[in-house]
């Protein structure tokens, strides 16, 4: 079984347009988080919301709207798109307190043209 | 910003060999994950270090958190094959009541050649 899926697992779109990823997890986790990771390889945390409920929010463009219907699930919406916004975007959950673990999705690629 | 600092970068070497991987930082954090992610996939955690000073096994991985809580170490001994992907640490920030924030260090790539 799956604990965290994402899709799509790859994403090619022009700039300007907007788009979705969806992440669903089926472990029960109270928390749940969107990472950037860039072409370094380095990843870095946008959002984290907590029951439904917002708690991180890192310094990331207002195109950027994170959205959870439920506990299980976190979607990601980018309006017009930018070549920057070329990326892996990861889902994540964890049960929410602070020393837990958190399960990571795939990922998506996300490729603006 | 609480960076984290990881090196090397990079690292090449040949099945049975040795390496330390450094993860520094002038931030306190109060605990730190070391992560390893392979091409297509997420991170997935190894281990968390929690008290300064500690030390922590996993088959032929050794993790260290530094007395301060500042800086941590991860030693591989008779690396194979499987051990390469990219290793990454993550502070862990205190203070939340939810969730955790980590911050992540650049990584590390290892490749182990046979």
């Known amino acids: 079984d799956t604990a965290v899926s994402q899709t799509p697992k790859y994403l090619v779109t022009q700039m300007g347009n907007d788009k979705s990823i969806k992440c669903e997890q089926n472990?029960?986790?109270?928390?749940m988080y969107w990472y950037k990771q860039d072409s370094k390889k380095f990843l870095k945390i946008m959002f984290s919301?907590?029951?439904?409920?917002?708690?991180i929010n890192e310094t990331v463009p207002n195109r950027f709207s994170p959205k959870s219907p439920d506990k299980a699930h976190l979607n990601l919406h980018i309006n017009s798109l930018e070549l920057g916004d070329s990326a892996v975007y990861f889902c994540?959950?964890?049960?929410?307190?602070?020393?837990?673990?958190?399960?990571f999705g795939p990922g998506t690629r996300l490729t603006v043209l | 910003t609480q960076l984290l600092e990881q090196s090397p970068q990079f690292l090449s070497i040949q099945e049975g060999e040795n390496l330390t991987v450094y993860c520094n930082s002038s931030?306190?954090?109060?605990?730190l994950q070391w992560y390893r992610q392979e091409p297509g996939e997420g991170p997935v955690l190894l281990v968390t270090?929690?008290?300064?000073?500690e030390v922590k096994k996993l088959k032929r991985l050794t993790f260290q958190f530094g007395d301060a809580r500042k800086d941590s170490s991860l030693h591989i001994t008779a690396a194979q094959p499987g051990d390469t992907g990219l290793y990454l640490c993550?502070?862990?920030?205190?203070?939340?009541?939810?969730?955790?924030?980590?911050?992540f260090g650049e990584g590390t790539q290892l490749t182990v050649n046979p």
């Open positions: 994540a959950s964890s049960r929410g307190r602070r020393t837990d673990t958190q399960y």
């Open positions: 993550a502070g862990v920030r205190g203070g939340e009541t939810s969730g955790s924030r980590l911050t």
């Open positions: 270090v929690v008290t300064g000073g």
């Open positions: 919301y907590n029951n439904k409920e917002l708690i």
């Open positions: 931030s306190v954090f109060s605990s």
């Open positions: 472990l029960g986790h109270d928390t």
